[in-house]
Each structure stands twice: as structure tokens, then as C-alpha cells.
């Protein structure tokens, strides 16, 4: 039997009785622990009758039966799809039906909103609560603890992450087992990881950081894990002492920079800290050496390709660039042909290598627009590569907000503004936020003679979209700023609220 992901994550580590989570209550779930949760999960997905290549979605809280559902998945030959938790019931219902989902695994307190959704899929469900309980841990604990791993090939798909764009729906990018264990490789060669590592893990594990980046990187080493429910500055600087490693948002790096015990003494068994999914600023990455002797090393990726470039890790980190690519993935600065650039210039990175995805699910136009016959994906960030060969990201050719390395498109946004009374059009645009790096601000446009009510709207905004896309302020202006073409100049709007949550800074309007 061959399951090239599953045995090169989970499958060697086989009958091994050292810790894999060390969890906040001091248990320890041990390597061969977490297989047999593993295996009991499998063992009730296939007595429900799904078959490889079936979806199962899942939006659950972390925990370690939500990592052993994304194990046991990989066993099973099932694609996993992780959802945010922060999304409404209305961004769940298009995840599920776009992926035409066959298992559905949610909260026991959201499955009789789910119920509609369910039934027009015929979908099953089973719930899966924060603290382990639920429908599934009660079939899975009548399951044996082995279950025969499926057979798959490196280019079956694993799993599904849904990423938005700039227009239309959210996308389903296809990620196969090469993309996933080809990355892990490269990243345990990169950075270093042994079974000696002890990663400090406090990102969520529906997205690529924290599932695909920390928890396969760790898995590949064979080391582990201090298992945070979610970030929590205390319990990061109480455990820090007993971890090797942390990867984290920029947020996480500021956070702690304002904490006084954050220091030398605390950070001095750490042996490395990886940052990624939003710029971290060059003025961070000064700070947090001063105070700790730690240079932050920074990383480059994306869902569709997991992580494409690094600073080295015995070489120089330098502050403002994502490093070098990784072994095996190639990186060029291209014009909108896609005809590569002088070095030097500034243009659209794009990318390929094993990592790069197979494509958007049952969107062939979007695939073909995003991804070249040639394999090379069109990020949609712009950059230049230095004379040392660093990459340095200078800007977005996409519509992008990122606010605490959460990506938000403004459109999804502005469709839910401008579809409420007396709203003629909107615009939603990223300002600088202390804490979140970015964070939404909406613009709003009323009717002639027409005045929207601003708290209604933020209403209607709440019930549509997760907490982390609603704008922080919204601005009612007589009309959005133009150029000769009529198209929208978000630039303007971005220049002159830039400085909105500036610490100390009188709130403009
Ligand atoms: C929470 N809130 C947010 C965010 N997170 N609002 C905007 N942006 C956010 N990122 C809301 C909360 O719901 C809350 O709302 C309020 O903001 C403050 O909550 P707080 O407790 O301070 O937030 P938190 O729970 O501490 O979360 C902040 C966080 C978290 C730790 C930065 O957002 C996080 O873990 N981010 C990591 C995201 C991530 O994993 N990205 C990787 C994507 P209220 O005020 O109503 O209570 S993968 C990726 O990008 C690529 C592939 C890559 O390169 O890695
Ligand atoms: P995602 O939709 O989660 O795939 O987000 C990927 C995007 O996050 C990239 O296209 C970049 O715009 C951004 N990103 C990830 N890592 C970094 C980084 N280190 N610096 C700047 N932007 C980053």
C-alpha cells in the first residue's frame, strides 16, 4: 500500500511512544496515540460510506481530534477541507455546495443552521466540538485503533483551501500530496527541524500557516508540538521556555514585542522564528533582535503554492525581503505577458515548482487565467529580486487587505455595502492598523437624497461575513474619488485614511 503523504507525515512515526501534542493541561498525546485517533476517524468516514476523493468539510475548533480528522483523511484517501470558524452560515453554505461536500463536520451548536445545506448536498454530518466531544469522537471511540491506509498517488488531491480573488467567488485550490509533502521536505532541509523541535503552535489549522506549514513540517522532523487552542499572549510567553521553534503572523512578533517578559531570558532555549502570511515590518524585525539576539526569519507563500521562498537560515536575513527560493521552486519577475524581466525590475512574481497547485475546483477559466501551460502560477503580488538573488514583495497587482494575516478581497465586502437601502456604491480599502497590520475601512455612497444608516448596514455586514472582514469604520462621502477612465482610485482613499488608527492620532472623517 503507498500514500505518500500519509506515510511521510504519519505513517512513520508508526509505534513511537514520544510526545507529539503536548497539550495546555500538561497531557501529552503521544506519536502513537494520535494514529489511533486517527485511525478510529477513518474507520467511521468509511463506514459512512465515503470513498477517496469524497470532501469532507469541516469547520471545527482547534483541537487534537481536528488534527487527527485531517489525518485521518490523508488515510482514508479523502479530500480535507478546512474552514475558517470565524465564517457565517452564509459563507459555509457556498464552501459546501461548491465543494459538493459528502461530510460535513461542525460545532454541535451550528448543525441545525448547516441543516439546509445538508440536505440539498444528501451530505452527512457529524459534529465535532472545541473540547472533543461530539457525534464523531463518539462513533470513533467504538472504531478499532488501525485502519487500512488507501492507496494514492502524489498527484491525487489531498485537500481543498478556498481562496477569494479580486472578483467573483471564492475559489477551491487543489492541493495535491506533492504540493503538501514536497514543501514539508523543503522546509524541514531549509529550516532545520529535528526531532529534537519543540514548536510553539498558536495559529488556526484551517489555513496553510498553521496546518501545512508548522503542523506538516513538525510531523515530517518527527519532533513536537505545545498545542495552543489559539493565540494567547500569556500562555506564549509562560511555555516559551520549553519550545525550540514559533512560526507566526506579524502580529504575533508585535504582540509579544509589547510585552516585558518577552526577552533575552525567556527566548534563550528558542532556536528559530519563522513569520509569514503578511509583510512583517523591517522596523519589527529590528526590534524584536534588540530585545531578544533573534533575528525573525521571514518566508513567502501562498494557499495556491504553499511556501516559495525564505530568508536562509545560516546565511544573511534580511529585514524587508522574503529571502531566496526554496530547493526546487522557481521564481521570476515577469510583465503581464509573462515574459521575465531584467533583474532588477519590478513586475509580477510568479512561481513554479512541486508545490504549485493543480488547480481551481470546476473553475477551468480561472485556472487558465492564473496558472500558465508552461506551470508557472501568476501570483498577483509584485516584486524584485536584488543582486544577491533576495525577493523583496513591493506591492499588490490584486485587491488584497491582509489584517492580521487574515486575507480579506474588498469586493465580497463592497457587494454586501452596496446592496442596502439607499446605498448608491462603496469602496473598501486597507489602512494601516497597529495590531493587524491592516485593517477594512468601507466607503459609502448614498442615493441622491438618500442618507444610509451606517449601524443598519454594519448589521446587514455581521450577518453576512465573518467578524474579521467587517470594516472598523464606514464613511459616508457625496462620491468616490476618479480617474479620467472612471475607474475608482482606491489609492487616494487608502492615502488619505492612512493615518485613521495611527496610535494617538484624532480620528478623521
Ligand atoms: C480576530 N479578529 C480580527 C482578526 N482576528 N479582526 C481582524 N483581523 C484579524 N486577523 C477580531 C476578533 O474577532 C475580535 O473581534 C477582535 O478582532 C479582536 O480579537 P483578538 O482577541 O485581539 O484577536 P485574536 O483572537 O487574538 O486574533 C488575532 C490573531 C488571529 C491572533 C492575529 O487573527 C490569528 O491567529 N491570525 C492568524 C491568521 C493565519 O493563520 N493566517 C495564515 C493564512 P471583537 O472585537 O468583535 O471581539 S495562510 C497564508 O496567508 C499564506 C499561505 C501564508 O503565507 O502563510
Ligand atoms: P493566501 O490567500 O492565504 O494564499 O495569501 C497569500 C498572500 O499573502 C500572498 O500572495 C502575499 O500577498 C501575502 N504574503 C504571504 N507571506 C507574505 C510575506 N512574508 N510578506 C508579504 N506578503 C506575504
Same mark, same amino acid.
Given at each position: ?104 463536520? /461542525? ?96 495559529? %488556526? ?128 519577475? /515577469? ?74 478581497? %474588498? ?40 442618507? %444610509? ?27 468616490? %474619488? ?28
Amino acid at each position: 500500500m503507498v500514500n505518500p503523504l500519509y506515510d511521510g507525515l504519519f505513517g512513520r512515526h508508526a509505534g513511537k511512544t514520544t510526545p507529539f501534542l503536548h497539550l495546555l493541561d500538561e497531557s501529552i498525546i503521544t506519536h502513537q496515540d494520535f494514529l489511533g485517533r486517527a485511525a478510529q476517524i477513518a474507520n467511521v468516514m468509511q463506514q459512512l460510506g465515503l470513498k477517496p476523493g469524497d470532501r469532507v468539510a469541516a469547520q471545527i475548533q482547534k483541537s487534537p481530534e481536528a488534527l487527527a480528522l485531517y489525518a485521518a483523511c490523508v488515510q482514508a484517501g479523502l479530500v480535507f477541507l478546512p474552514l475558517n470558524t470565524a465564517y457565517t452560515v452564509n459563507e459555509l453554505t457556498y464552501f459546501i455546495e461548491n465543494s459538493g461536500a459528502s461530510l460535513i463536520v /461542525c460545532d454541535g451548536r451550528n448543525k441545525a443552521q448547516l441543516a439546509p445545506v445538508v440536505s440539498k448536498l444528501c451530505a452527512k454530518v457529524e459534529t465535532l466540538n472545541a473540547d472533543g466531544s461530539g457525534s464523531l469522537k463518539a462513533k470513533a471511540q467504538e472504531m478499532p485503533t488501525t485502519f487500512a491506509t488507501v492507496d494514492r498517488s502524489e498527484n491525487d488531491i489531498a485537500a481543498f483551501l478556498y481562496t477569494s480573488g479580486t472578483t467573483g467567488r471564492s475559489k477551491g485550490a487543489m492541493l495535491t500530496q506533492q504540493n503538501l509533502l514536497s514543501n514539508a521536505l523543503a522546509l524541514v532541509e531549509a529550516w532545520k527541524f529535528t526531532a529534537d523541535d519543540v514548536l510553539l503552535h498558536a495559529l %488556526p489549522i484551517f489555513h496553510t500557516h498553521g496546518l501545512f506549514v508548522a503542523t506538516n513540517v513538525t510531523l515530517v522532523a518527527g519532533g513536537s508540538i505545545i498545542f495552543m487552542p489559539k493565540f494567547d499572549l500569556d500562555v506564549m510567553v509562560e511555555r516559551m521556555p520549553e519550545a525550540t521553534t514559533l512560526m507566526g503572523v506579524p502580529t504575533f512578533y508585535t504582540r509579544l514585542l509589547e510585552d516585558e517578559r518577552f526577552n533575552l531570558a525567556s527566548t534563550a532555549h528558542m532556536r528559530l522564528f519563522v513569520s509569514g502570511s503578511a509583510p512583517l515590518l523591517a522596523e519589527t524585525h529590528v526590534q524584536f533582535e534588540e530585545r531578544t539576539g533573534h533575528r525573525i526569519l521571514e518566508r513567502y507563500g501562498m494557499t495556491e503554492t504553499n511556501m516559495n521562498t525564505s530568508n536562509p537560515y545560516d546565511g544573511h536575513r534580511r529585514a524587508g525581503t522574503v529571502g531566496l527560493p526554496l530547493p526546487g521552486v522557481e521564481v521570476r519577475i /515577469c510583465d503581464a505577458d509573462g515574459n521575465e524581466l531584467p533583474q532588477g525590475d519590478i513586475g509580477e512574481i510568479e512561481v513554479r515548482g512541486p508545490n504549485v497547485f493543480k488547480g481551481y475546483w470546476q473553475m477551468p477559466e480561472k485556472t487558465a487565467a492564473e496558472l500558465r501551460e508552461t506551470g508557472f502560477f501568476i501570483t498577483g503580488d509584485l516584486g524584485q529580486i536584488d543582486e544577491d538573488g533576495y525577493l523583496h514583495i513591493v506591492g499588490r497587482n490584486k485587491d488584497l487587505i491582509i489584517s492580521g494575516g487574515y486575507n480579506i478581497y %474588498p469586493n465580497e465586502i463592497e457587494l454586501v455595502l452596496d446592496d442596502q437601502p439607499g446605498v448608491l456604491e462603496s469602496a473598501v480599502v486597507g489602512v494601516p492598523h497597529p495590531d493587524f497590520g491592516e485593517t477594512v475601512i468601507g466607503v459609502v455612497i448614498a442615493e441622491p437624497s438618500q442618507s %444610509p444608516d451606517l449601524d443598519a448596514m454594519m448589521d446587514a455586514v455581521r450577518v453576512s461575513l465573518a467578524r474579521f472582514k467587517h470594516p472598523r469604520k464606514l464613511i459616508l462621502l457625496d462620491e468616490l %474619488p476618479r480617474n479620467t477612465m472612471g475607474k475608482v482610485q482606491k489609492n487616494i482613499l487608502r492615502d488619505h485614511y492612512k493615518v485613521m488608527f495611527a496610535p494617538a492620532c484624532p480620528e478623521i472623517r
